[in-house]
């Protein structure tokens, strides 16, 4: 089954604890990306990747790192999470780019306290 | 950028064709429109992509007039388990991820019995 997968789906964590959130695809697609989501104001998108060991930032890279060593994996890791990055996190891929259809994880809700 | 602008929620009845229109008058040239539909706790799921006049699949129907100003979003015959968030996008041909690509807070659809 073609899918994107993330882990853990649910976090909670304490204030400058380094954290990693995993996500995989199965598509071979070239392009990976990670939103957060936040009430009122949609999905806004962290970092995106147009191919293993290229990534760029979106709109809201603060706070965050991310790696593409291989194709289907695409972590996102924060350094020292604050309470600001609580938030509900999507991991998405595409085989062309964030134009052409996307196909989104299930969500990760983090939790910083 | 191109924006858009949704309504903020639409309720309809099961059995009902719902439309839901998006506007985006600064839309460029070369954008592309996008819906996506989420459901609560999930990641979004691509609906229909469109550029110009009529766009149809097996689950919904997208209308673009002629000036690209608007668009609007067909679903036929609505079930209960059509309630969900829909999300207009504008922007990014799908083959080129440079554009930005901007995620409005979408329209909740409701749909009663």
């Known amino acids: 089954e073609a899918q994107v997968t993330q882990n853990p789906r649910y976090l909670i964590t304490v204030t400058g604890k380094k954290l990693t959130v995993t996500c995989s695809q199965n598509m071979n697609h070239e392009y990976m990306s990670w939103y957060r989501q936040d009430p009122g104001l949609g999905l806004r998108q962290i970092y995106y990747s147009m191919n293993v060991e290229v990534t760029d930032k979106g709109d809201v890279p603060e706070g965050y790192k991310v790696s593409r060593k291989e194709k289907r994996n695409f972590p996102l890791i924060l350094e020292s999470p604050s309470p600001n990055q609580t938030s509900l996190y999507f991991c998405?891929?595409?085989?062309?780019?964030?134009?052409?259809?996307?196909?989104f994880g299930p969500g990760t809700r983090l939790t910083v306290t | 950028l191109a924006k858009t602008t949704q309504p903020i929620s639409m309720d309809s009845y099961e059995g009902q064709e719902v439309n839901i229109t998006c506007s985006h008058n600064n839309i460029a040239t070369n954008d592309y429109i996008t819906w996506y539909q989420q459901f609560p706790s999930q990641g979004p799921r691509f609906i229909i992509q469109g550029y110009k006049t009529k766009v149809t699949n097996e689950v919904a129907s997208l209308f673009i007039p002629a000036d690209r100003k608007s668009s609007t979003l067909s679903l036929p015959r609505v079930s209960l388990s059509d309630t969900a968030v829909y999300y207009c996008l504008v922007g990014a041909p799908p083959m080129d991820s440079n554009y930005q690509l901007i995620w409005g807070a979408g329209t909740k659809l409701i749909i009663k019995p």
């Open positions: 998405a891929s595409s085989s062309r780019g964030r134009g052409d259809e996307q196909y």
